[in-house]
C-alpha cells in the first residue's frame, strides 16, 4: 500500500512497532482487465480512507471508533488482497485492544500478524510480533508464557542483527522477570538493555531502560536509588522532548515519593503528570494519574479530595471504555 510518506510519518508514530512495509500492489500482480482494476483501486481508496480515519480517532483516544474503522479497513485489504494494508490494520487493532487493556483480543490478533509474517519471510517483523505478544502474555500475567516469547523474539532480533530490537526485547525480559520478583536477572537485563541504547546512540531506549532500573528499585524498596534513576530517566525525556515519557517519570518519581510517606511531594509530582497528559490528549494516562492523586491525599487522610480525584478517574475510564 503506498501512503504518502507523511501519512506513513504519522502512523509510525502512533502505532509504535510495526513490521517494515510489504512490498508489491496487488494490480501489479497479476493483469486484470480495466473494469475489474477500478473496481480494485475503488475498494483500496475506500480501505485506505477507513485505515486513515482509525488513525485519526486513536489521535484523540476514540478507541471504539478507531476499533470500527480499522476492522472495517482490514476486511476490504484481505478481499482485494492487500496484505501491506491487512498487516498495518492488523498493528492498529492490536494497539486499540492493548489501550482497552483487551489483551486476550491484542493476542489473536498478534497471532494472525505472526503466522503472516512467517508466510512472507518477515524475520524482523517475525520478532516484533513474538516481543508484543510476549509483553500481552505479562499483561495478563502469564510471566513464563511472557519469557518463553520475548525469548524467541531475542533470538531472531540476534540473528538478524538487529541490535536496537535486541536491547528492547531484553528491557521486556527484565519487566517479566521483575514481575515474578527475580530482580538480578531484571537488573542484569535492563543494564544490557541500557548498554545497547548508549553504542546505538538511542535515547529514547536509554532513557526507557534507566526507568526500568528505578522501577525495579523501587519493587526492591531501595527508594532512594529508584529516585536516582527516574530522575535520570525524566532529564533524557526532557532533553529529547517526549512529554509521554515525561509524565511517566514523573508518575514514576510521586510513588516512589509516595512510598516515602512524603505524599505531598507525591502529589506534585503527579500533578505535573497530569498536567502533561491533559496537554497531550491522554485520557489513559489522566485517569490513572488522577487515581494516584487521590490514593496520595487518601493517605493523608483527606477523604473528600481523595474522593474527588478517585470519581473523576472512573468517569474518564468509562468515557473511554477502559476494562480496568
Same mark, same amino acid.
Given at each position: ?14 502505532? $509504535? ?99 503472516? @509474517? ?9 520478532? $516484533? ?21 520475548? +525469548? ?68 526492591? $524498596? ?17 532533553? =529529547? ?19 516515602? $510517606?512524603?505524599?505531598?511531594?507525591? =502529589?506534585?509530582?503527579? +500533578? ?33 479530595? @481523595? ?18
Amino acid at each position: 500500500m503506498k501512503l504518502p510518506e507523511l501519512r506513513l510519518m504519522i502512523l509510525l508514530a502512533l502505532l $509504535g512497532s510495526l513490521s517494515p512495509p510489504f512490498q508489491g500492489n496487488v494490480l501489479s500482480i497479476f493483469p486484470v482487465y480495466p473494469a475489474l482494476a477500478q473496481t480494485l483501486e475503488s475498494r483500496k481508496a475506500e480501505a485506505d480512507q477507513l485505515f486513515n480515519q482509525g488513525i485519526n480517532k486513536f489521535r484523540v483516544n476514540q478507541f471504539q471508533e478507531a476499533l470500527e474503522s480499522w476492522q472495517k479497513a482490514l476486511t476490504i485489504y484481505r478481499e482485494i488482497g492487500d496484505r501491506q494494508g491487512e498487516a498495518y490494520s492488523l498493528n492498529g487493532l492490536t494497539n486499540v485492544y492493548r489501550a482497552l487493556d483487551d489483551y486476550q483480543k491484542a493476542i489473536e490478533n498478534l497471532q494472525q500478524s505472526l503466522t503472516m @509474517a512467517r508466510k512472507i519471510g518477515d524475520r524482523k517483523g517475525e520478532a $516484533g510480533s513474538l516481543n508484543d505478544i510476549g509483553n500481552a502474555y505479562r499483561a495478563l500475567g502469564d510471566y513464563q508464557k511472557a519469557i518463553d516469547f520475548i +525469548q524467541q523474539s531475542l533470538v531472531l532480533k540476534r540473528e538478524i542483527g538487529d541490535r536496537t530490537g535486541e536491547a528492547n526485547s531484553v528491557n521486556n525480559l527484565g519487566i517479566a522477570y521483575g514481575s515474578v520478583g527475580d530482580y538480578q536477572k531484571a537488573i542484569e537485563h535492563f543494564h544490557e538493555g541500557l548498554a545497547i541504547a548508549r553504542e546505538k546512540r538511542d535515547r529514547f531506549i536509554e532513557g526507557s531502560s534507566l526507568g526500568n532500573l528505578g522501577m525495579v528499585y523501587y519493587l526492591m $524498596g531501595d527508594y532512594s536509588k529508584a529516585i536516582d534513576f527516574h530522575q535520570q530517566s525524566l532529564a533524557i525525556a526532557r532533553a =529529547i522532548g517526549n512529554r509521554s515519557s515525561q509524565a511517566k517519570s514523573l508518575n514514576n518519581l510521586g510513588n516512589a515519593y509516595n512510598s516515602q $510517606g512524603d505524599y505531598q511531594k507525591a =502529589i506534585d509530582f503527579y +500533578q505535573q503528570s497530569l498536567a502533561i497528559a491533559r496537554a497531550i490528549g491522554d485520557r489513559q494516562g489522566e485517569a490513572k494519574f488522577l487515581n494516584n492523586i487521590g490514593n496520595a491525599y487518601r493517605s493523608l487522610g483527606d477523604y473528600s479530595k @481523595a474522593n474527588d480525584f478517585h470519581q473523576h478517574s472512573l468517569a474518564i475510564k468509562r468515557e473511554i471504555g477502559l476494562q480496568r
